[in-house]
């Protein structure tokens, strides 16, 4: 890591060499928005086109770049923690599970994530290496968070919901921007912007930073007597060094026409403890303390074209890279994204928009462990799509209908239809109805089609031989399915008085299990391989409620309470975490003590966690916690302010979740970290 230290810690105090400036512009208060303002906040992600948070039929959470400087949050991840529906739990220094409405894990396939358009979702297991994914938290406009499918509108694994992370327009980040930070767990990060003016119609911003992030606590008592014994003598440190530059140009063609580019350059290393299935006795396990890296790029351009004021078209296309030496495995992926859309006004009562899409993804696995083997060290697919919605406008002002339905073709499962059909009923200024019927699928990942994985290790006994359990791809393995109902309720009683409720029923079908297949004895006597076949026997189905509310006290004090109930049934056979926690609340309070002073407090609880330990395929239980986050903001200039964070206070150490395989569990705790900010 000597060589990032050097790099990161020269990022550092090239964040800060800038000498003291006249601000250009004043950083905002967090009572920018009311609570009105906030109910009309145009939301893309539900229907691909603007339209109020109000009146989007969906259960979908907005958060503002507001809340996100005042959470002083300096991942995604942990700016995601009190979002309702949505369970975050931090499994070490670099690691995050994050789901919405249960199937949580390092590994989550049903959890779509998107920034500005681009999927950040790995082909190699369908899900989200949240360690890598970032950008400058100070760039980011919003985030829309919708729980439940929406995949007629954004594609397969849009399944349990969808994150959508938005950056600022380059004209709304000119100037300057540094912050530097400091702590316990976050031992220092930084970060620099500068977006300028390249002609009259044409802006631009370029950024760098960097954090240097401790270990977490490991504690023996949260491992088997057995295995903690034989880790006594291993190194457990997970610490985590990253560093990331990036850009992005908005243009304006002519009247009607732009065009968005944008890229992002990342390195990143981690220290990572594993064990690993041995033929070696006794233990039949390995152990290994190693340093491990991620890189990557990505280049993205957006060109929006109106073609009349009912009528425009958009052109997307992204190139994405990314590169991974783990200590069990490492892969290399490509994936290149085309996407049209164009949306129209048809008569008085259709707003129809319909689009065509095509991915092409490469991945070469490198096959020099033990763990994980292939018949083919590279895969390349592709994936066609269309998709079409049209709005309905049944009442003016007061009922609307919206059917849509996405259409893919998939190398590995072919044809897959995923329909939606969503009510929306405005009965009055204060008083919204909204409904949603969805089916969406979440398409099997490498390692489910042609990948096999050295699992387990049985001992040998009198009875029987040394067996290696294989946990082997299926090239028949089917998407999972899921048949969602929604309704949901928003209530404004009174101008500082919001409510947003949401009741669901999810009812999933040919979900993954491994059951026995082929067993062979081309090795006997030595040991004996038994292989599990991924395969789509299993269903269940899971139900809940959840809810947010705003209340603005005064003028100075505001309240916002979120809460999820979610009732789990999968029953005992499941080979994928299926439960989420039963109950999770988030209370936050915002208080403007003065107009150069603002303090920030969260307090949550998060029931207890079912993990499923794929290596022996047995369930853990993970204990409910709670936590209080504190923040205190000092403006001492208009350019200048000063932060203080407080992060999970008033509970000893304690785990939130564990990775599914070989990882160790490490325990979360209390830390602290200060802020400055400089604005030119």
């Excluded at 006249?22 to 905002?28: F, I, K, V």
């Excluded at 603007?50 to 300096?74: C, D, F, M």
């Excluded at 930084?190 to 631009?204: E, I, K, Q, V, W």
């Excluded at 290393?269 to 290994?288: A, I, K």
Aim: proline share 3%.
């Amino acid at each position: 890591m000597l060589k990032l230290n050097v790099i990161f810690y020269s990022a550092l105090l090239a964040c800060f060499a800038t000498s003291t400036s006249t601000a250009t512009a004043d950083e905002s208060n967090s009572f920018d928005l009311s609570l009105q303002e906030l109910l009309n906040v145009e939301v893309t992600s539900v229907s691909k086109q603007k339209q109020p948070l109000s009146n989007s039929p969906a259960a979908i959470y907005v958060i503002t770049s507001e809340h996100i400087r005042n959470s002083g949050a300096t991942s995604i991840p942990q700016v995601l923690r009190d979002v309702p529906g949505l369970h975050v739990g931090q499994i070490d220094s670099q690691k995050w599970a994050i789901s919405s409405r249960g199937f949580n894990g390092r590994y989550n396939n049903k959890l779509l994530v998107l920034m500005d358009g681009r999927t950040l979702y790995s082909p190699i297991f369908s899900g989200v290496y949240w360690e890598v994914q970032d950008t400058l938290m100070a760039d980011i406009e919003r985030i829309e968070v919708i729980r439940g499918p929406s995949a007629a509108m954004w594609g397969a694994n849009a399944v349990n919901g969808v994150i959508n992370i938005i950056t600022k327009h380059s004209a709304d980040t000119s100037g300057g921007y540094a912050e530097l930070g400091a702590g316990d767990y976050e031992q220092g990060f930084a970060g620099f912007r500068y977006g300028s003016t390249l002609s009259d119609n044409a802006t631009s911003r370029v950024y760098v930073k960097g954090h240097s992030r401790d270990s977490l606590e490991y504690n023996s008592q949260d491992l088997d007597s057995g295995l903690a014994e034989q880790l006594a003598t291993v190194d457990k440190d997970n610490d985590w060094m990253h560093l990331q530059v990036g850009g992005r140009v908005d243009m304006e063609l002519d009247t009607g026409t732009s065009l968005m580019l944008s890229s992002d350059v990342y390195r990143t290393e981690m220290q990572q403890t594993s064990y690993y299935p041995s033929l070696v006795g006794p233990s039949y396990r390995d152990f290994n303390s190693n340093d491990i890296s991620s890189d990557g790029f990505n280049l993205l351009s957006k060109l929006t074209k109106a073609l009349s004021p009912t009528s425009q078209y958009s052109l997307q296309a992204y190139y994405d890279y990314a590169k991974r030496d783990d200590d069990w495995y490492g892969f290399s992926s490509e994936t290149v994204d085309v996407d049209f859309q164009h949306q129209l006004l048809v008569g008085q009562n259709h707003n129809i928009i319909w689009g065509l899409g095509y991915r092409f993804i490469q991945d070469d696995f490198d096959q020099s462990t033990i763990i994980v083997s292939s018949e083919s060290e590279s895969t390349r697919t592709n994936l066609w799509s269309a998709f079409i919605r049209d709005e309905i406008t049944l009442v003016d002002d007061e009922l609307w209908l919206t059917l849509a339905s996405r259409f893919e073709h998939y190398d590995y499962t072919g044809f897959e239809v995923q329909p939606n059909a969503r009510l929306m009923w405005q009965l009055n200024k204060k008083n919204n109805l909204w409904a949603s019927v969805a089916r969406a699928i979440r398409t099997p990942s490498r390692i489910e089609n042609n990948l096999s994985v050295n699992s387990q290790i049985i001992p040998p006994s009198v009875q029987s031989p040394l067996v290696s359990i294989w946990v082997a791809g299926n090239e028949d393995y089917k998407s999972e399915v899921i048949i969602s109902y929604e309704v949901g309720y928003r209530f404004t009683p009174a101008k500082k008085w919001s409510f947003d409720s949401t009741i669901f029923y999810n009812d999933y079908d040919q979900l993954r299990n491994a059951p026995a297949g082929a067993t062979d004895f081309s090795t006997f006597p030595n040991y004996i391989s038994q292989y599990l076949t991924f395969s789509n026997d299993l269903d269940g189905y899971n139900y809940g409620f959840e809810l947010s509310s705003q209340w603005a006290a005064t003028d100075t004090i505001q309240f916002k309470v979120n809460y999820s109930f979610t009732q789990n049934e999968f029953g005992v056979s499941q080979s994928q975490n299926t439960d989420a926690p039963e109950h999770m609340i988030s209370t936050m309070m915002d208080w403007s003590i003065s107009d150069n002073v603002d303090f920030n407090l969260v307090w949550r609880v998060i029931d207890e966690a079912y993990v499923l330990n794929i290596n022996d395929l047995s369930t853990k239980e993970i204990d409910s916690y709670s936590g209080v986050d504190l923040g205190l903001h000092w403006k001492v200039k208009p350019d200048v302010m000063l932060s203080a964070f407080g992060k999970n206070l008033l509970h000893p150490a304690n785990l939130e979740f564990e990775g599914e395989s070989y990882q160790l569990p490490y325990r979360v705790g209390p830390s602290y970290y200060i802020k400055a900010t400089l604005t030119f």
